[in-house]
T-cell receptor, first 110, second 117 residues
């Protein structure tokens, strides 16, 4: 079992849809959880990060962490074609070794 | 733009050659990370520095790989005797490790795409 798993997609949604992206992980010691967006042939771009369980909202994006289930989610409201990218979840113990999921490729169709 | 920069952006080399990549982090950032990313996968941690000290290396990192960060500024990643399996995107990231939440604000460079023929 990989340390961090993510549905690879691709996920295609119409513009304006609510998108749900998910990751599961196996190591309960992870404390910090991040979401990155990566456009083709570019470096990942940090979207949000959260500590421990709970929700965090930033504009159209909401990150959710459920440590008891070892499950994290990213919700995108009112999705736009410019949101089309690969979304990576990442986790860390204390800001040293960051472990990434394989990414979910999202296409938002106009 | 004062983001993370990497050079070169693309490198094609023949198997058996040595290659070196450079990363310039955001100026006030004291941590610098190297990752490798292959198609369809997330970045895989290779090593990281705090200032000039290399604090952790992945167990998966071959002895052919070496990284330095002299004076705690830019960093270089060298791959000796390249193999076709080394073909990947090599990403650099930096952060400011303050002991607080900003430690987790990791900013990536555009990457160096290596092709070994």
């Amino acid at each position: 079992q990989k340390e961090v798993e993510q549905d690879p997609g691709p996920l295609s949604v119409p513009e304006g849809a609510i998108v749900s992206l998910n990751c599961t992980y196996s190591n309960s010691a992870f404390q910090y959880f991040m979401w990155y967006r990566q456009y083709s042939r570019k470096g990942p771009e940090l979207l949000m990060y959260t500590y421990s369980s709970g929700n965090k909202e930033d504009g159209r994006f909401t990150a959710q962490v459920d440590k008891s289930s070892k499950y994290i989610s990213l919700f995108i409201r009112d999705s736009q074609p410019s949101d089309s990218a690969t979304y990576l979840c990442a986790m860390s113990f204390y800001g040293q070794n960051f472990v990434f999921g394989p990414g979910t490729r999202l296409s938002v169709l106009p | 733009d004062t983001g993370v920069s990497q050079d070169p952006r693309h490198k094609i080399t023949k198997r058996g050659q040595n290659v070196t990549f450079r990363c310039d982090p955001i100026s006030e950032h004291n941590r610098l990370y190297w990752y490798r990313q292959t198609l369809g996968q997330g970045p895989e941690f290779l090593t990281y520095f705090q200032n000039e000290a290399q604090l952790e290396k992945s167990r998966l990192l071959s002895d052919r790989f070496s990284a330095e960060r002299p004076k705690g500024s830019f960093s270089t990643l060298e791959i000796q005797r390249t193999e076709q399996g080394d073909s990947a995107m090599y990403l650099c990231a930096s952060s400011f490790a303050s002991g607080g939440i900003r430690t987790y604000e990791q900013y990536f460079g555009p990457g160096t795409r290596l092709t070994v023929t």
